[in-house]
């Protein structure tokens, strides 16, 4: 496996790759590597020849300097696990290579962003979609892999990636959850005990409305304000958003249902009353599939743009 550092030496390296026939899927990640990670290599490794990752805890996408320098940063255990699945080159830039000193070009999606995490977050988006156009020029992929935890992400960067040309797929790899069902983030480990205990109420929110849904339940209303009762039974949850949203243009959902229809959620858990664990704020989704019946969470238009 090759670790490249370079921006450069990663396009001499596609170039020399494409020019062989292999097709390059790109697993774009922070580090903190955990299954979910490893899963979108493995959808990536379905899909070509060779499998990057990219490892950039990319500073223009946080909105607290706190959340940014508290950002789990494992690169020695992240090289190993990237060798153990099997990950052909990873890209691991300093802020130099990507950001140059004088930097002042963003790449914004003007309207999916608004929404949902946009709301809370702002400037957030331009960060993402800023760094992902810069990896794609940098690795040129056939294919880039994205997790559907991050729904409303993988919504933008499916824009991004029409509204600019770039000859990439973009592939949305299922969400991984624990035994508990709480979905696999880099950002738990950062929860104190009693908060991660707690981080159970957002699956548990989304299998009640899925199973109220399921039983014939159409009211927004009702169902908002069951996914809210579950989330506020934990002490430590602090709602930001609990929504029902068109899994396409994220606008938002009529009050009866009668399509595919994404419930987001996102909360802020505080540290535990004992001091342990920090600030932590987790999302987590469901696609309701109302038409059907039933629920699932892939994307109705199939997993890849
Ligand atoms: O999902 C993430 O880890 C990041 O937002 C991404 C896509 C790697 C861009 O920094």
Not at 23 to 30: E, F, G, K
Not at 80 to 100: E, L, T
Not at 146 to 168: E, N, P, S, W, Y
């Amino acid at each position: 496996m090759k670790v490249v550092e370079s921006r450069l030496e990663l396009q001499r390296l596609s170039d020399e790759e494409r020019a062989r026939g292999q097709r390059i899927a790109l697993v774009p990640t922070m580090g903190a590597l955990h299954a979910g990670h490893l899963s979108l290599v493995d959808a990536g490794r379905k899909r070509a020849d060779q499998v990057w990752v990219s490892i950039f805890v990319n500073p223009t996408q946080f909105n607290e300097a706190n959340d940014f320098e508290g950002y789990p940063r494992e690169l020695e255990r992240d090289l190993d696990a990237c060798r153990q699945a099997g990950v052909d080159i990873v890209y691991a830039p300093g802020v130099d290579d990507v950001y140059p000193q004088d930097a002042q070009t963003w790449v914004d999606v003007e309207t999916l962003t608004l929404p949902l995490c946009g709301a809370s977050r702002p400037g957030h988006f331009r960060g993402v979609t800023t760094v992902v156009a810069k990896l794609f020029l940098a690795a040129k992929p056939h294919v880039a892999v994205f997790g559907q935890k991050d729904f409303q992400q993988l919504a933008v960067i499916r824009q991004m990636t029409r509204d600019m040309g770039f000859d990439v797929e973009i592939v949305g790899g299922a969400i991984v959850r624990e035994p508990d069902g709480v979905a696999l983030s880099s950002r738990n480990v950062r929860l104190g005990p009693e908060a991660r205990r707690q981080a159970v109420a957002l699956v548990q929110a989304l299998d009640a409305v899925e199973a109220a849904a399921a039983s014939g339940e159409r009211d927004s209303g009702a169902l908002l304000a069951l996914a809210r009762t579950h989330i506020e039974s934990a002490p430590q949850a602090r709602v930001d958003y609990i929504e029902l949203r068109d899994p396409d243009s994220l606008e938002t959902a009529p009050e009866t249902l009668a399509a595919a229809t994404l419930l987001a959620l996102a909360v802020n858990f505080t540290p535990d009353p004992s001091g342990e664990g920090a600030d932590v704020r987790l999302i987590d989704n469901r696609l309701l599939s109302f038409d059907r019946s039933r629920a699932t969470e892939h994307h109705p238009s199939g997993d890849s743009q």
